[in-house]
């Protein structure tokens, strides 16, 4: 996977998740008018880069199989992080999500080496390890939509690997889902409350980090395995925590380095190792 695009994305991603914490956790935002502010800003972004380069007219790219999986994990996500903590939630999305990714791969073939094996489990155990010590009993309807998440994202990545036209493809799948994002901005205005702060949050998660954000990881997952997929995005959590670190002001610790060094290290080791053999 390229290297940069790669770590371009996962840095969208981390983006993502300290902009629903600001947004949710505190209430700046209720789950509907964040998810609906996210899609909208998103397509709107997506749709000016389209128009700029001329394309707007000639047809709507992407799928609505793969719109379906967006707006799944965002609504998903949305409703279940008001109601669980931040460390299960992840645990939940991301173990979905590689569940989802890898036993897709499996299914078509893919099989990974023993050091490949060994490196996504390194990262997982790393991962488990990095949100142990705040593990709680989770909601069972806010887990269900997690997993939902999960699933629903995993699927989106999966269609993504091969995807030849990722900006026209993102943005065609955002559009789609705008007019979800429509009604939902419609009922958040009389079932929620708003603040400028959460707002902010929703246009920053839409614009930049969903929008900008999913156009580089469509990019940079295209040829890798779904394997390879999957466990690279274990390294989000540690890009957030450290972003937790230096914006929030929440402390360094020797448990958070030494997590965060093992995923990383896994994630290397699965993306570098030698080439599997298909079945």
């Excluded at 979905?96 to 499996?106: E, G, K």
Aim: charge should be positive.
């Amino acid at each position: 996977m390229p290297l940069l695009l790669t770590t371009v994305a996962m840095v969208a991603f981390a983006a993502n998740s300290l902009l629903a914490r600001l947004a949710l956790a505190d209430g700046a935002m209720g789950p509907l008018a964040f998810t609906g502010v996210r899609l909208v800003a998103a397509a709107v972004v997506l749709s000016l880069l389209m128009a700029r380069e001329g394309r707007l007219g000639r047809g709507l790219p992407g799928s609505w199989a793969s719109a379906l999986a967006l707006a799944g994990y965002a609504v998903a996500f949305s409703l279940a992080y008001v109601r669980l903590g931040a460390a299960i939630g992840a645990l939940i999305l991301f173990a979905m999500v590689q569940i989802t990714m890898i036993s897709w791969s499996l299914m078509r073939g893919e099989r990974p080496g023993l050091i490949e094996w060994l490196g996504i489990g390194a990262a997982f155990a790393g991962f488990v390890a990095l949100v142990f010590p705040r593990l709680g009993a989770p909601d069972p309807l806010a887990a269900a939509l997690m997993t939902l998440s999960g699933l629903a994202w995993g699927i989106y990545s999966l269609r993504g690997k091969g995807e030849p036209d990722p900006i026209g493809a993102t943005a065609g799948n955002f559009l789609r889902a705008a007019p979800l994002g429509v009604a939902m901005i419609a009922a958040a205005l009389t079932l929620e409350t708003w603040t400028l702060l959460g707002l902010a949050a929703g246009l920053a998660s839409g614009a930049l980090a969903s929008g900008l954000g999913y156009v580089v990881w469509y990019r940079a997952v295209r040829g890798a395995t779904g394997a390879q997929a999957a466990v690279v995005q274990l390294t989000a959590p540690v890009i957030a925590a450290v972003g937790a670190t230096l914006l929030l002001g929440e402390p360094l610790t020797l448990h958070l380095v030494g997590s965060g060094a093992l995923i990383l290290l896994g994630v290397l080791v699965a993306v570098v190792s030698p080439k599997r053999a298909a079945a």
